[in-house]
């Protein structure tokens, strides 16, 4: 190919890849510029990208309109022990499956593989019926009957996520990469598989953590669905279910909730530029090793 064609290719592909990134960053632009306007700036029959005055009032007012403190230390809690549990559980069970060799092993992973293709919006009424039918929880007897179990409490939202099929397989898939030499000489020193999990595997595992620990806080962070379900308490809520505050008789107050909107998701973005060199890394290393 002469070089004037490589030009023009590479013209085309920067322009697409110009045009792509503009339609995924508009959409935060608009969030982020609405949450400083005004409520009469929404009702304007021209629409205006930028605001007049930038009303960090906004902010304020937000916070005002529900028990935003309480939502955070809720969300805090239930995703910084879902993530911390979630880290330990899946590659414990990674490890397991990629360096121990026992019966039934191939059978766990093809569990773990369809777990991983089932849409975890079928698993609702499950989860729900079995955690209010939890035993000797929330007024239940001995045969989960009689109260309300698990539901409405910080178990209730965390004991379902502190392990996943595609977290136990993704671990399984980075330890596979490890060399036997590691095990051997780990055996050798007089470890056993546990503190050979302990010792070696985990020092070694910064990428695929932080990998995890991203991916494991957006989606608990951001789930909406599952307390919705398994709370009815406010005193429970999570930030996510705390933006429904922003919805009125006289319908959305879209300045509110974008400010809302904004403040729940700076936890994401701060944890994600403190891990994002590892998380790159994670991927990109984390290969399909059978």
Partial sequence: ???SKKKILYSILFIFIAIFCLVVIMPFF???TTAFKSSKELTLANFRIFP??????NFSEAMRKGDWVRYFVNSTIVTVITVAASLFFNSLA???LARLKFKGRQLILIIFIIGIMIPPQSCLIPQFIILKSFPLAGGNDIWGKGGIGLLNSYAGLI?????GSFGVFLC???YLSFPRDLDDAATIDGCSKFMTYI????????????TLTILKF???WNDFLYPLVITNDVKMYTVQLGLQTFRGVAGVEWNLLMAGTLMTILPIMIVFVFAQKNFVRGIATTGLKG
């Fill in 159 to 163: 004991i379902p996520f502190v392990s």
């Fill in 52 to 57: 007049e005055k930038l009303l960090f009032s």
């Fill in 218 to 220: 957006v989606a608990t």
């Fill in 199 to 210: 010792r070696i595997y985990l020092p070694l595992s910064g990428s695929l953590l932080s």
């Fill in 94 to 96: 990674g490890y397991s």
């Fill in 172 to 174: 399984r898939q980075f």
């Fill in 30 to 32: 608009i969030m982020v």
């Fill in 1 to 3: 190919m002469s070089g």
